[in-house]
C-alpha cells in the first residue's frame, strides 16, 4: 500500500536533498525572525497564523528547490531552443505529440514535467488566500502568475548552470494549478461552517 503511494512521487526524488538543504536554511532563518518580530510587537502572536506562515516558508523553499535545482535530462531541449520557449504548445500540455510515442522516455519525461508544473503550484493557491486574508480569486491568479513568471525568468538566466528552459507552457500549467488551489479556498469560504475557520486562519 505505501509502496503504491509512493510510486508516483518517485521521480522527483532528486529534489528531496536540495528541498532539505533550503530547508536548513530558510526555516532557522524565518523563526529568528518571527521570534524578533513577535517580541516587538504590542499584540500576541497567534499560534496557528504563526505555523500557517512557518508551512508557507516550507513550501516556497521546496518550490525553489524543484524549479531551480540543475537538470541534466532537458541539456539537448535546452540547447535546441537557445533556453527559451514563449510560444504555447497544446501538444507539450497535453504530451499528445506524435513524436512521444506511448512508452518512450521523452514521453513519460514530458508527462511528469507538465503534471509537476500543475502539481507544484496548487498549493500555493491554497495558501496564499490563507496566509493573506484579503486575496481573492483574482489577486490570488495574478500573484501566482508573478510567481511563475519569476522562476522561468530565473532558470532562463541560470540556464548554463542548471539547464532550465524558460518557457511559456511552464507558466500556463503553474497558473492552472494556482487555480485550482484557489478554487478550492474560494468553496471552503462559501461554507457557512468552514468561513468563519478560514477566516480565523
Not at 536554511?25 to 505555523?51: I, T
Not at 525553489?64 to 540547447?79: G, K, M, Y
Request: hydrophobic share 50%; proline share 6%.
Amino acid at each position: 500500500m505505501l509502496r503504491q503511494l509512493l510510486y508516483p512521487l518517485l521521480p522527483y526524488r532528486s529534489i528531496v536533498l536540495p528541498f532539505l538543504i533550503v530547508c536548513a536554511v530558510a526555516v532557522p532563518c524565518w523563526v529568528v525572525y518571527r521570534l524578533h518580530r513577535v517580541r516587538k510587537s504590542e499584540h500576541s502572536a497567534s499560534f496557528g497564523r504563526e505555523l500557517l506562515l512557518l508551512i508557507f516558508v516550507v513550501y516556497l523553499s521546496g518550490l525553489a528547490a524543484a524549479t531551480l535545482e540543475p537538470n541534466r535530462h532537458s541539456r539537448a531541449h535546452v540547447t535546441a531552443t537557445d533556453g527559451l520557449e514563449l510560444r504555447p504548445d497544446p501538444a507539450s500540455l497535453t504530451c499528445s505529440s506524435a513524436s512521444l510515442p506511448r512508452g518512450s522516455t521523452a514521453r513519460a519525461f514530458c508527462v511528469r514535467n507538465a503534471r509537476g508544473n500543475f502539481l507544484l503550484f496548487v498549493p500555493l493557491g491554497l495558501l496564499l488566500p490563507l496566509v493573506r486574508r484579503r486575496v481573492r480569486f483574482g489577486s490570488g491568479l495574478l500573484m501566482a502568475l508573478a510567481v511563475s513568471v519569476g522562476i522561468e525568468l530565473a532558470q532562463y538566466l541560470t540556464r548554463p548552470w542548471s539547464n532550465r528552459l524558460a518557457d511559456v507552457n511552464d507558466v500556463i500549467l503553474n497558473v492552472l494549478g494556482a487555480s485550482l488551489g484557489l478554487i478550492v479556498v474560494s468553496l471552503l469560504r462559501r461554507r457557512p461552517s468552514a468561513r468563519s475557520a478560514v477566516a480565523r486562519a
